[in-house]
């Protein structure tokens, strides 16, 4: 192991940066974290998390390997294909690994655990590592649901933290240093209002990573999440619910404060009852401070369990 030089912005340009980043991580001028750190230092590799660099592979489960970037001509290396980990490799030759991912504030959302990998690795080898701390979406006044239980940890849920656990990105990666004995990772902040680009391709908006801490759970049932419509997650169904029965009784419940229910069809292209016409609800978040995912979630589960042949998924 070698020793890691201090990091700083003032030694980073004739660095040697691996990045790992993605799209959707641009300043307010739409400019990538990669074009900006090709034309200020020497980048030397990039690290992709789940989905590709470029948010290509649609659903959950598709892994992608690594190719050469097409403009700037450096190794774009996969940590979701045959590795999830950076291999020695992948960060031979690199003075530092600067972390730039967009998260969206929920403890199932793998790019955190991308970061966290790389951390780990960067710290056996000696390579000091920074992290952009880009705002949390949800914001950091509100946490919910329960904290881990790490007898079912997996690459989406690593640390004892709740589902929706009201951290940026920079405060994880000093929290996974804590827990994991790591050298902490110099943060470094962002200046001005950061635009949304949509981070992976069913959370297009603002709006979806709002119920995503609670619909991600519609994943582990034969209930469409809404995957194949345009809003997933905001959108929710199946062919076997009587739409207007469920808004009624969720309106009327404590369950989704702060949102409405709208009784919606729709049929999916892909995924869940692909080419069916389904039965549910879109949410409609009225109010931000009220509103609990989460909980909605429950309630939405409570009562599509009592109804018809929804059913948990068999693993895996």
């Not at 990538?32 to 690290?47: D, E, G, P």
Request: glycine share 8%.
């Amino acid at each position: 192991m070698r020793t890691a030089k201090p990091f700083t912005v003032e030694n980073l340009p004739g660095s040697s940066v691996c990045l790992l980043s993605h799209y959707a991580a641009v300043d307010s001028a739409f400019s990538s974290t990669l074009k900006i750190i090709h034309n200020w230092s020497v980048l030397h590799s990039v690290l992709g998390p789940q989905h590709g660099f470029w948010g290509e592979t649609q659903d959950n489960m598709i892994e992608w390997e690594g190719y050469i970037h097409e403009k700037y001509g450096v190794p774009v290396n996969s940590l979701y294909g045959k590795t999830r980990i950076p291999t020695d490799k992948m960060l031979a030759g690199a003075d530092c690994v600067l972390i730039d991912l967009a998260d969206i504030g929920s403890r199932y959302y793998t790019y955190i655990y991308s970061m966290a990998f790389t951390m780990r690795r960067c710290a056996e080898l000696g390579i000091p590592v920074a992290v952009i701390d880009r705002p949390n979406p949800l914001g950091t006044s509100q946490v919910e649901g329960p904290i881990l239980n790490m007898e079912f940890s997996s690459f989406v849920g690593l640390y004892p933290i709740p589902v929706r656990h009201g951290l940026t990105i920079g405060e994880l990666a000093l929290l996974f240093a804590e827990i994991d004995g790591l050298p902490e990772p110099v943060i470094l902040s962002l200046k001005g209002i950061q635009p949304w680009v949509m981070p992976s391709p069913n959370m297009p908006t603002v709006d979806t990573a709002l119920v995503y801490p609670g619909m991600c759970l519609l994943e582990a049932t034969n209930l469409s999440e809404g995957r194949g419509t345009t809003r997933p997650f905001e959108i929710f169904g199946a062919p076997w619910l009587n739409p207007w029965e469920l808004c009624d009784e969720l309106n009327n419940s404590p369950f989704v404060d702060g949102a409405v229910l709208r009784p919606h069809f729709f049929i999916p292209t892909f995924n869940k009852h692909a080419g069916v016409k389904c039965a549910g609800a879109q949410i409609h978040v009225t109010d931000t401070a009220k509103y609990r995912p989460f909980k909605a979630a429950l309630g939405i589960l409570n009562y599509c369990f009592r109804k018809g042949e929804t059913a948990w998924n068999n693993p895996p």
